[in-house]
T-cell receptor
Framework: GEDVEQSLFLSVREGDSSVINCTYT??????LYWYKQEPGAGLQLLTY?????DMKQDQRLTVLLNKKDKHLSLRIADTQTGDSAIYFC???????????FGGGTRVLVKP | EPEVTQTPSHQVTQMGQEVILRCVPI?????FYWYRQILGQKVEFLVS????????KSEIFDDQFSVERPDGSNFTLKIRSTKLEDSAMYFC????????????????FGNGTRLTVT
């Protein structure tokens, strides 16, 4: 089955860029998602990328996908204190329904 | 923006009791899901539901669990006899119909119900 891995923790200064990395094992994953979880809250969909794309940009968010290395990253430009949260990447196959989540990366933004 | 709503936000129950977790998915969505997150662990898939039946379930989703869509708006998860290890955050999610054969519409999650079994 799919396995999705993320680094546990990232500390970044306000105004800098954050880069959160994710690796996955199943090359048949067709959609890869980034979700944000603030303390006590649910999973907020941030963005997603289809596997035939290399990059997707959405305002301050840039998703990069390297299919050869099965590596996904989320770059947050001009990181703000409100970006402090846990970020999850998740993958899904076209034929299947379920998302497989990584363990989450806790991002701490320091003023 | 429409959202998935879950009630209650926190449920405390005694071991062996039945609990029902409630969800109202986004109104035009067709696919419904339950996931759970044990404290400090990954978000895990439990079950998916489409066209009034379970389409996929995980090993976690044993005979103690059931799901139901009793009317046109609610989607419930029932745990018949709760165990201590059922303590977790339970997330409901829904998604719209896929557009064509290649588009997989994203899952939208609720804020979760924190279940504490004592």
């Amino acid at each position: 089955g799919e396995d999705v891995e993320q680094s546990l923790f990232l500390s970044v200064r306000e105004g800098d860029s954050s880069v959160i990395n994710c690796t996955y094992t199943d090359s048949s994953s067709t959609y890869l998602y980034w979700y944000k979880q603030e303390p006590g809250a649910g999973l907020q969909l941030l963005t997603y990328i289809f596997s035939n794309m290399d990059m997707k940009q959405d305002q301050r968010l840039t998703v990069l996908l390297n299919k050869k290395d099965k590596h996904l990253s989320l770059r947050i430009a001009d990181t703000q204190t409100g970006d402090s949260a846990i970020y999850f990447c998740a993958g899904v196959k076209a034929a299947g329904n379920k998302l497989t989540f990584g363990g989450g990366t806790r991002v701490l933004v320091k003023p | 923006e429409p959202e998935v709503t879950q009630t209650p936000s926190h449920q405390v129950t005694q071991m062996g009791q039945e609990v029902i977790l409630r969800c109202v998915p986004i109104s035009n969505h067709l696919y419904f899901y339950w996931y759970r997150q044990i404290l400090g662990q990954k978000v895990e898939f439990l079950v998916s539901f489409y066209n009034n039946e379970i389409s996929e379930k995980s090993e976690i989703f044993d005979d103690q669990f059931s799901v139901e869509r009793p009317d046109g708006s609610n989607f419930t998860l029932k745990i018949r006899s709760t165990k201590l290890e059922d303590s977790a955050m339970y997330f409901c999610a829904s998604r719209a119909r896929d557009r064509g054969s290649s588009y997989n519409s994203p899952l939208h999650f609720g804020n979760g119900t924190r279940l504490t079994v004592t």
